[in-house]
């Protein structure tokens, strides 16, 4: 395929260049080769960005736009990327390294499930009226935040930025989007479907370029009203850090290290199933993967076998292939971080039972890897590996689990296998996660929502609760004398 994306910046529905002129190169992690080429955003870039989201925000016709025309356009978006979805899935495929059963599977359906669920929400945002003392009539007013500046991540490039313009557009924000460096082109190709859908003249711009020039540009720009990110825990302090000069409002949605349970009572091959959708699906570059699997002591010797055995039957390889289970980590810099949290736990006394080494001697493939002899003290039990590296711990009982469990600084995600219901409402409450999983994992809707708890952020994206983040209340007195 062909990579002829416009590789540009877009403001005010214009596609320029950046005003130094520089470029940067995209690479394919499948291959290590270059892809093409996209117009590197600056601060100046920013600038000009941000100028337009703000005319279009106090002036243009997005502001006198009924909500229902709002949600028509995003309804349009969610059409027009599904009449290109198989276009697109193979564009995300060949920047991120993700296989094409996952993009096409996954990816393209969330995403537009996303646009077309705010498409519908956005005629549905309004205001209460307030019963209060005295002779007046009070009302609320649900106003949109103002200009938004959005930085995503590589691991989900077109998704994360449907999570984050489908709530912006349908309470009537403007965007500046900051894709990430790895993988910019799909936000790019959503730029143009969302030309093509009408979107009104620096509603959306999208200046791709890099976090410490680009991204911290967009935090600090005085006239950005709140900053949306998804990325690592640290980039989000420093972000959290720069959105204070101006006290602007942040939400996180940032890593984590989620327990995946499973008690001796559970389906064991469902749960197999589960533990491997758990860290290998997006080659375990995922937030909520679960990384940390808790096995009830006396199925661990079973469970890690029957485990080892489908693992060591995973396709790994090129990402185009359907029949691929596992493609490409995105880069080399997280190539090399995982092997190196591989060395990590061994060194620290954890042992391989598979994998543990690259896939291929081209591009940027990890095998699926299990480590056993895990305890929840160790540098891989606690850092974000980010990779297809599962952690095997055993557990004694509820209350061992339990402790270990949330012995943790993240709090994004848990999944639960068991056949007791009672047991899995009670762990439910009892874990600190934004989402938690019964009997299934890595399952996501656009009307459910998603974030986290402790060091993995604040805020909820997806839902009606994300209209929180996008939108400020407003009080209305009447006097009634
Ligand atoms: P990252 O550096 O946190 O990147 C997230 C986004 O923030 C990117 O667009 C990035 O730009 C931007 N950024 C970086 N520094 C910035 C700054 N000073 N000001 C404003 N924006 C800034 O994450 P990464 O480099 O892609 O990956 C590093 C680690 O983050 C991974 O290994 C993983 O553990 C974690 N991660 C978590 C998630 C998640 O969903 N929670 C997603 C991706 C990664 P650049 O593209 O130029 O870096
Ligand atoms: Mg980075």
Known sequence: MQVVKPGKILINNEWCESQSGKRFDVINPATELKLTDVAEGDAADIARAVKAARQAFESGPWKTMSARERGRILNRVALLLDKHKEEIAELETLNNGKPIHETRNADL???????????????????????????????????????????????????????????ALATGCTVVLKPAEQTPLTALRLGEILLEAGLPAGVVNIVPGFGPTAGAALVTHPEVDKIAFT???EVGKTVMQLASSHLKRVSLELGGKAPN?????SDIDAAVNGAMRGIFFNQGEVCCAGSRLFLEERIHDEFLSKLKTRVEKMVVGNPLDPQTQMGAQVSEEQFRKILGY?????????????????????????????????NNEMTVAREEIFGPVVCAIPFKNHDHLVHQANDTVYGLSAGIWTRDIGKAHRLAKEIKAGTI????YNCF??????????QSGFGRELGKYALELYTQVKSVWVSLD
């Open 261 to 265: 349970i499973v008690f001796a009572d």
């Open 109 to 167: 359906p969330l995403s537009i499930e996303t646009f077309e669920y705010y498409g519908g929400l956005a005629d549905k945002i309004h205001g209460d009226t307030i019963p209060v003392n005295g002779n007046f009539f009070n009302y609320t007013l649900r106003e949109p935040a103002g200009v938004v500046g959005q930085i995503i991540p590589w691991n989900f490039p077109l998704l994360m930025a449907a999570w984050k313009l489908g709530p």
């Open 437 to 440: 999983w019964v009997n299934c």
């Open 342 to 374: 591989v060395e990590k736990g061994k060194k620290e006394g954890a042992k391989v039972v598979t994998g543990g080494s690259p896939a291929q001697a081209t591009g940027y493939f990890v095998k699926p890897t299990i480590l056993e002899g895990v």
């Open 231 to 233: 990325g690592s825990t």
């Open 445 to 454: 809707d656009a009307a459910s929502p998603f974030g986290g708890f402790k």
